[in-house]
């Protein structure tokens, strides 16, 4: 780093072949796991009103090198529902919920789980999005979907780094 306010006596010129080139080392190399992420519900069929309903359902399934842990998602809404009129959105896996957060942001919903889910290699699991929906909603569609891949945050366990993600939500 160089600056012009440096006193003279501390500039010194370097002489040599630029740029500086060496060989590169391969300690070892083997690449993170995948996660996939699917689809479980028909976005067609008419969203059903009442609290605690599945608005959503999608499943996660671990490649086969490590296990993952499953540590936020982030999914946009579309279809004819008004986003803003559902509330206590819960991500759910067998009946135990792993993430609230209270309601739409501007089409999308984010779970932030409060610890991670693991998820073994080879290994495939569902989960639920409920939400309470009310009576205005009755003949209204929702769907959800991954916008970008970075919207799943899943960690492989080995190396501590993102899973490679294999989206089929859109």
Not at 51 to 79: C, P, W
Not at 120 to 131: D, G, H, I, M
């Amino acid at each position: 780093y160089y600056s012009p306010h440096w006193p003279q006596s501390q500039i010194a010129q370097i002489t040599g072949n630029f740029p500086v080139e060496g060989n590169m080392f391969v300690v070892g190399s083997e690449p993170v796991n995948s996660v996939t992420i699917d689809p479980l519900l028909n976005e067609d069929d008419n969203i059903k009103i009442g609290t605690n309903q599945e608005v959503y359902a999608f499943k996660l399934q671990a490649g086969n090198s490590h296990d993952l842990e499953l540590r936020r998602i982030m999914f946009t809404g579309n279809g004819t529902v008004d986003h803003d009129v559902l509330s206590n959105l819960r991500l759910i896996d067998g009946g135990v919920q792993l993430a609230y957060t209270p309601k739409f942001e501007k089409n999308r919903i984010i779970f932030e789980l409060d610890s991670p889910f693991t998820i073994p290699q080879n290994q495939t699991r569902r989960f639920s999005v409920l939400a309470d929906v009310p009576g205005s909603e009755r003949y209204e569609t929702i769907n959800l979907y991954l916008d970008e891949d970075v919207d799943l945050y899943v960690l492989d366990k080995q190396f501590g780094f993102g899973a490679n993600v294999v989206n089929n939500t859109k």
